[in-house]
């Protein structure tokens, strides 16, 4: 929750500085354009490094999990690596900056928005130095609690939409007087 909260907050200043600076102005537009190349360059470069890192390591420990699938589909269970594991979901992560610098470089170059990229130049570093491969293999904090394997998809509205564990018995039990008192009345 600290962690939206900041994000958020991040957000909303970086907003105020981007109406403070001029962004129109050519230069500035220069700028935020080179601020923006070189903070996916770093991206890359820093899934890169932790690539091999990985690969350094080639940890063979085997991992078992199961994939949760949406919408009520059949869960597969996998077998694999801890290597091939975190290979994965670096992969997952590269291409996910890859489209988003295909989205804001075509919201750029086709309307002329320079705002997205100032913010997008920041918070994208900010993720990258957030996720569970940089913790585990830069800063070699060991894979326990929240670092343990396989991890968990966070949302982006955390435990909003999941139901408390104190209203759903709660719930039930009116459930349950609502069916038990529905036959009596039907007998009277």
Wanted: proline letters at 6%.
């Amino acid at each position: 929750m600290n962690s939206q909260l900041l994000n958020m907050g991040l957000v909303l200043v970086l907003v105020q500085v981007s109406r403070k600076l001029n962004l129109e102005d050519e230069g500035n537009k220069q700028y935020v354009q080179m601020a923006y190349v070189t903070s996916n360059a770093l991206i890359l470069a820093l899934s890169f490094f932790i690539m091999t890192r990985i690969k350094a390591k080639n940890d063979t420990t085997p991992l078992t999990y199961t994939e949760p699938k949406p919408m009520a589909q059949e869960q597969t269970e996998i077998t694999t690596t801890v290597r091939d594991y975190d290979l994965g979901e670096l992969q997952k992560q590269v291409k996910q900056t890859l489209i988003s610098v295909a989205i804001l470089g075509f919201i750029h170059y086709k309307w002329g928005y320079i705002q997205p990229l100032f913010l997008q130049s920041i918070l994208p570093l900010k993720s990258a130095c957030e996720t569970k491969l940089f913790k585990v293999h830069i800063l070699n904090k060991p894979a326990e609690g929240d670092l343990q394997r396989p991890w968990k998809v966070e949302s982006p509205f955390g435990n909003l939409a999941a139901p408390t564990n104190e209203a759903a018995p709660a719930a039930a039990d009116n459930q349950t007087a609502a069916v038990t008192d529905a036959p009596s009345k039907k007998a009277n």
